[in-house]
């Protein structure tokens, strides 16, 4: 079993920034793959970057790349979100997601077994 615990979310004003923290704990060595995924009001979740955990390859959706930046700390088995450059439309509950699975599209939700317990980010006009 993985256990995720997520922290960092809070209330900015638009053009500010915020950094998701995501501490694994339990099996981490079985873990491939990290990632964050979103869910605003009344919307589905969807992915918001990936992490590859061999090699350290990251993947964003095109809605965030040049304004988050994932990363990770293998020591701490921590993996951070740094969001720059918030928009009110980045307003939303954010998850933390890890997977043993291998295959699949770091995208999809599907492709997760694990997740946390969410994180709330409002991003104010």
């Known amino acids: 079993q993985v256990q995720l615990v997520e922290s960092g979310g809070g209330s900015v004003q638009a053009g500010g920034s915020l950094r998701l923290s995501c501490e694994a704990s339990?099996?981490?060595?079985?873990?491939?793959?990290m990632g964050w995924f979103r869910q605003p009001p009344g919307k589905e979740r969807e992915g918001v970057a990936g992490?590859?955990?061999?090699?350290?390859?990251?993947y964003y959706d095109d809605s965030v790349k040049g304004r988050f930046t994932l990363s990770q700390d293998n020591a701490k088995n921590t993996v951070y979100l740094q969001m720059n450059s918030l928009k009110p439309e980045d307003t939303a509950m954010y998850y933390c997601?890890?997977?043993?699975?291998?295959?699949?599209?770091?995208?999809?939700?599907?492709?997760?077994?694990?997740w946390g317990q969410g994180t709330q980010v409002t991003v104010s006009s």
């Open positions: 997601a890890a997977s043993t699975i291998v295959g699949g599209h770091w995208s999809s939700a599907t492709w997760y077994n694990y």
């Open positions: 992490i590859y955990t061999s090699g350290g390859t990251t």
């Open positions: 339990g099996y981490t060595g079985t873990l491939n793959r």
